[in-house]
């Protein structure tokens, strides 16, 4: 197992803002999986987050952070859950996170109203009201699943909630 704390949720639920401030007050480095895989591909991350072939991604991914010397804890962003370029939730595999092999998993979720608002400001793109709230629902339910498969803690958080965070965050790297 991985001294890696798995920051999950949603695209524009705050996993980059909470890991930046993360890794300011416990000093730990932060991952991007999109970041990672896009230099493993040597190509930008899509714009658009629709995914063309979610499994090979997963692939990069692993190997990315199999080339990554840390010894101490660190926090990986990513998902559980991706939409194809049919827009359909699919799910990352399970055995993805078998290899990458997290401590522990942070769910960050968020009123489906802000992360729609935030979506749209960040990346000029209008996502339906419904597919983001059963994509985060999707996210949750396959989380919990992972969590249960791999046996490790999770925690479900709303954005803002930092207390819960800090507090399962200082469990986890004691």
């Given amino acids: 197992m991985r001294k890696m704390i798995f920051i999950g949720g949603i695209h524009g639920v705050g996993k980059t803002s909470l ?3 993360l890794t300011t ?3 730990i480095p932060h991952f991007s999986a999109s970041k990672l895989i896009a230099t493993e591909k040597e190509e930008a991350y899509s714009r658009n987050k629709l995914i063309p072939d979610i499994n090979q991604n997963q692939d990069l991914l692993s190997n990315s952070l199999n080339r990554i010397n840390i010894s101490g804890w660190f926090l990986l962003d990513g998902h559980f859950c ?4 049919s827009s359909e939730i699919t799910r990352i595999p399970i055995d ?3 290899k990458i092999s997290p401590a522990s998993i942070i769910v960050l979720t968020d009123l489906t109203s ?3 608002k935030r979506f749209f400001q960040r990346d ?3 996502f339906d009201f419904n597919l983001l709230e059963n ?3 999707a996210e949750i339910e396959y989380a919990r699943e992972i969590s249960s498969s791999l046996k490790i803690p ?4 709303q954005s803002g909630n930092t207390e819960s965070i800090h507090e399962f965050i200082n469990r986890t790297i004691q």
Avoid: K
Avoid at 82 to 85: A, C, E, G, I, Q
């Fill in 135 to 137: 994509f985060q629902n």
């Fill in 25 to 27: 007050r416990y000093e």
């Fill in 124 to 126: 000029g793109h209008q």
């Fill in 82 to 85: 991706l939409l194809n370029t």
């Fill in 114 to 116: 802000s992360i729609q």
């Fill in 19 to 21: 890991c930046e401030d």
């Fill in 96 to 98: 993805t996170f078998e």
């Fill in 154 to 157: 999770i925690l479900v958080a």
